[in-house]
């Protein structure tokens, strides 16, 4: 498999991400968040409620970045294979993004309850417009690693 193909591999096996956006002091703030992955175009998308941390700084700042592991965890000194990445994140409507919604609800069936009480509901779907890949792959890539990947 080529670079691309392991990427993509990864960011569609992972399932919490760790997203990191920027408060209205400048300082980064984490959260994990479950996720939904397309490419070509390069997106990620996830649900959260727009009273979160993350969504308000969304809303102010679309700068993000964030990890996916795509590994268990169980030791330090294991193999590791990951991405992290960058990108613009924007909140979606609450309506007229039945395929996105649909999608989403398909790889996370708990989320129904919320997906139907949207566009009145207390959440969003956000998506993310990944603009470069970081792939880290001790595995295939041995000797180095990280491999940076841009976004398509």
């Not at 990191?20 to 997106?43: I, N």
């Not at 727009?50 to 809303?59: K, L, P, T, V």
Request: charged share 30%.
């Amino acid at each position: 498999m080529n670079e691309r193909e392991l990427l993509e591999e990864y960011v569609a096996g992972g399932k919490l991400m760790q997203l990191s956006t920027v408060d209205e002091d400048s300082t980064p703030r984490m959260c994990s968040v479950w996720y939904l992955a397309g490419f070509r175009p390069d997106r990620l998308w996830f649900l959260s409620r727009r009273d979160r941390e993350h969504s308000r700084n969304i809303r102010r700042n679309a700068h993000v970045a964030g990890a996916i592991v795509d590994i268990p965890l169980h030791e330090l000194g294991q193999t590791a294979r990951g991405v992290s990445f960058s990108g613009r994140a924007q909140e979606l409507p609450g309506a007229g993004i039945d395929d996105r919604m649909r999608a989403f609800g398909v790889r996370w069936p708990n989320a129904a309850p919320v997906l139907e009480a949207m566009p009145d509901g207390a959440s969003r779907l956000y998506e993310i417009a990944v603009t470069e890949w970081v792939l880290f792959d001790e595995e295939n890539y041995r000797g180095d690693p990280r491999r940076v990947i841009l976004g398509r």
